[in-house]
């Protein structure tokens, strides 16, 4: 059982300007071991530049992110070793296989080359794994990077529509493999369009719009908020 007290990520009144535009005005949250939480948000509401505060691709204007104790902005790479990160576009080496690439990563992140394996097993590339990365599909690419996230298990995972182009049984392989995260006592925030998905998978839903948390909640309210995500879409900054 995960320790639902201790909190593994969190973020302090975030706000991020670009010049004289503001992206992000004030986001403030916590995730805790054990959860996967879901992010959502109108396009241009500030969703992509909070994901990218949280991970240390860029630094916040103001407030901070504390990750498993350690703050993003004074201790980068030790709050990048706590992480597993999946972009929306993942950047990966073309002409490495998928088991290059996930080796590649656990020898990054000091673990055996033995868990490997296990990282390519979940996402189901099978014998594709050793074709090139070149040759992949985006979901095929998609499927690699999460093997790179999970080979080392680390007690978060930032997720950014990592779901998106996997086929069905490799999704649900991906989504007990997150649910068995959070029961070795993980946090997983997943960022994502498809509101359906959260509310099967997700235990609470954070929204995002206009630059701040419109609204934090368990998943199961979900239904209350697809107005406010479908409706009313925010300008982009």
Same mark, same amino acid.
């Given at each position: 059982?995960?320790?639902?007290?201790?909190?593994?990520?969190?973020?302090?009144?975030?706000?991020?300007? /670009?010049?004289?535009?503001?992206?992000?005005?004030?986001?403030?949250?916590?995730?805790?071991?054990?959860?996967?939480?879901?992010?959502?948000?109108?396009?241009?509401?500030?969703?992509?530049?909070?994901?990218?505060?949280?991970?240390?691709?860029?630094?916040?204007?103001?407030?901070?992110?504390?990750?498993?104790?350690?703050?993003?902005?004074?201790?980068?790479?030790?709050?990048?070793?706590?992480?597993?990160?999946?972009?929306?576009?993942?950047?990966?080496?073309?002409?490495?296989?998928?088991?290059?690439?996930?080796? /590649?990563?656990?020898?990054?992140?000091?673990?055996?080359?033995?868990?490997?394996?296990?990282?390519?097993?979940?996402?189901?590339?099978?014998?594709?794994?050793?074709?090139?990365?070149?040759?992949?599909?985006?979901?095929?690419?998609?499927?690699?990077? *999460?093997?790179?996230?999970?080979?080392?298990?680390?007690?978060? *995972? /930032?997720?950014?529509?990592?779901?998106?182009?996997?086929?069905?049984?490799?999704?649900?392989?991906?989504?007990?493999?997150?649910?068995?995260?959070?029961?070795?006592?993980?946090?997983?925030?997943?960022?994502?369009?498809?509101?359906?998905?959260?509310?099967?998978?997700?235990?609470?839903?954070?929204?995002?719009?206009?630059?701040?948390?419109?609204?934090?909640?368990?998943?199961?309210?979900?239904?209350?908020?697809?107005?406010? /995500?479908?409706?009313?879409?925010?300008?982009?900054?």
């Amino acid at each position: 059982m995960s320790d639902l007290s201790r909190v593994l990520v969190h973020a302090d009144q975030l706000g991020r300007d /670009f010049g004289r535009v503001t992206a992000v005005a004030d986001v403030s949250f916590q995730l805790r071991a054990g959860e996967l939480v879901g992010l959502v948000g109108p396009n241009g509401a500030g969703k992509s530049t909070t994901l990218k505060m949280l991970t240390g691709a860029l630094l916040p204007t103001r407030g901070r992110v504390v990750i498993d104790g350690i703050e993003v902005a004074s201790d980068p790479n030790g709050a990048r070793a706590k992480m597993g990160i999946v972009p929306e576009e993942p950047s990966l080496y073309e002409y490495l296989s998928a088991n290059e690439m996930v080796g /590649f990563a656990a020898r990054i992140r000091g673990v055996p080359q033995s868990a490997c394996a296990e990282a390519i097993a979940l996402t189901g590339l099978g014998a594709d794994a050793d074709r090139l990365i070149r040759e992949y599909s985006q979901g095929m690419r998609r499927k690699t990077a *999460l093997a790179c996230a999970l080979v080392a298990k680390p007690p978060v *995972l /930032f997720l950014d529509e990592a779901l998106n182009g996997l086929d069905p049984p490799s999704a649900a392989r991906v989504v007990r493999a997150l649910r068995q995260a959070c029961d070795e006592g993980a946090t997983v925030l997943l960022s994502t369009h498809v509101l359906d998905t959260l509310e099967k998978l997700a235990d609470r839903v954070v929204m995002i719009r206009q630059g701040r948390v419109h609204a934090d909640v368990p998943a199961s309210e979900l239904p209350s908020l697809r107005a406010a /995500f479908e409706n009313e879409p925010t300008p982009a900054p």
